[in-house]
């Protein structure tokens, strides 16, 4: 079964890079999701996700939605927005944010307060999954978050400490207190709420990404 305690950050933005790389190197650009390379994604790596099989035109109202610099392919940046906004909004933390959501619900059906749904398509030999590396970046965060939902400074080292060692090595606080500042979204609360731990993860995870497409 799926141990919760293996579900840490690298290895699940690590798991997300190597399912993005799969389909983007099927045809034309390998760094780029086009139509046909994201809509097989969609089908076999998000099917627990999905309600039903979308096609059509929901399909392209999704890829649309996705496709952020319309250049008519899906890059890393836009497709790891698209899987952070989802979760963000599984996690009922956007709503009534922005109004040009809707297409990406498409790709929902998480259920905010059970995680049933996705560990139900976790199969013993299948724990890297997509869909459980998504729930697995939402179980970081809230393993540390505490009871409020949000991370303060010491809650954010920890967190670092604990999923990224070795970054930030002797300025781990000052790194820290600039994050908190730059990704302190609307509320400027000076505490990482969800969504704007899960704009430091895509910030993350691209960084990976160039430094894993580089080797
Ligand atoms: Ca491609
Ligand atoms: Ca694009
Ligand atoms: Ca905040």
Same mark, same amino acid.
């Given at each position: 079964?799926c141990?919760r ?10 798991a997300?890079?190597?399912?993005f ?5 099927v045809?034309?650009d ?5 139509k ?5 994604l969609i089908q ?6 999905i309600k039903?099989a979308k096609g ?10 996705m ?9 890393f ?6 899987l952070?906004l989802?979760t963000?909004?599984?996690?009922g933390?956007?709503?009534n ?5 809707p297409?990406l619900h498409l ?10 749904p ?5 199969e ?13 970046l939402?179980i970081?965060f809230?393993?540390?978050? %505490?009871?409020? +939902?949000?991370?303060?400074?010491g809650?954010?080292? =920890?967190? #670092?400490? @604990?999923?990224?060692? %070795?970054?930030? +090595?002797?300025?781990m606080?000052?790194?820290?207190? =600039?994050? #908190?500042? @730059?990704l302190?979204?609307?509320d400027?609360?000076?505490?990482m709420d969800?969504q704007?731990?899960m704009? #430091? ?5 691209c ?8 080797e």
């Open positions: 079964m141990d305690k293996d579900l840490t950050l690298l290895p699940a933005l690590s997300i890079i190597q399912t790389e799969k389909y983007a190197s045809q034309g390998k760094d780029k999701l086009c046909a390379e994201l809509k097989a076999t790596e998000l099917a627990p996700m039903e059509g035109r929901e399909f392209e109202e999704l890829f649309n939605a496709d952020l610099n319309k250049d008519q392919e899906v890059d940046l836009e497709f790891m927005s698209a952070a989802c963000c909004i599984c996690r933390k956007s709503q944010q922005n109004s040009s959501l297409p790709l929902l059906f998480i259920s905010s307060s059970s995680s049933a996705i560990m139900s398509g976790c013993e030999e299948s724990c890297t999954t997509l869909p459980v590396c998504i729930y697995g939402a970081v809230k393993s540390h978050a %505490g009871a409020d +939902g949000k991370l303060n400074t809650e954010l080292t =920890q967190l #670092l400490k @604990e999923e990224l060692p %070795g970054m930030g +090595g002797g300025n606080q000052q790194m820290v207190s =600039q994050m #908190l500042t @730059e302190d979204g609307k400027k609360d000076g505490l969800f704007e731990f704009q #430091l993860v895509t910030v993350y995870a960084v990976m990404y160039e430094m894993m497409s580089q």
